[in-house]
């Protein structure tokens, strides 16, 4: 079992920056390759990014790609979102996963999950 904890999350005008963090315990955090997804009320939760368990190779969903960048620390078993340039429609919940074996954009391929930590922009 993975257990994973988000924070971070907070309110901050359009154009601030917030950075996640998700600390993972349980196993052995390096062969996980990890993503952060969001859902905003009333909608389907979607992906963010990803990162794989080398962080050689980082994915990211069209709607973040140049401001929200994904890093993790596999000393600290962490994995990071910094989130820059922030919008309204940034405005979610957002989750930490994890998965063994390679980073998916698919949120089904994940197999733990943190509880997430509430982002929410104003204009």
């Known amino acids: ?24 315990s349980g196993r052995a955090f390096s062969p ?28 990211y969903a069209d709607s973040v790609k140049g401001r929200f960048t994904i890093a993790r620390d596999n000393a600290k078993n962490t994995v990071y979102l910094q989130m820059n340039s922030l919008k309204p429609e940034d405005t979610a ?6 998965r063994y074996g390679d980073a998916s954009y698919s949120l089904h391929e994940y197999g733990y999950w943190g509880q997430g930590t509430q982002v929410t922009v104003s204009s």
Do not use: D, H
């Open 1 to 24: 079992q993975v257990q994973l904890v988000e924070s971070g999350g907070g309110l901050v005008q359009a154009g601030g920056s917030l950075r996640l963090s998700c600390a993972a």
């Open 32 to 59: 996980y390759a990890m993503g952060w997804f969001r859902q905003a009320p009333g909608k389907e939760r979607e992906f963010v990014a990803a990162i794989s368990w080398r962080a050689i190779n980082t994915y």
């Open 93 to 98: 919940v957002y989750y930490c996963a994890a």
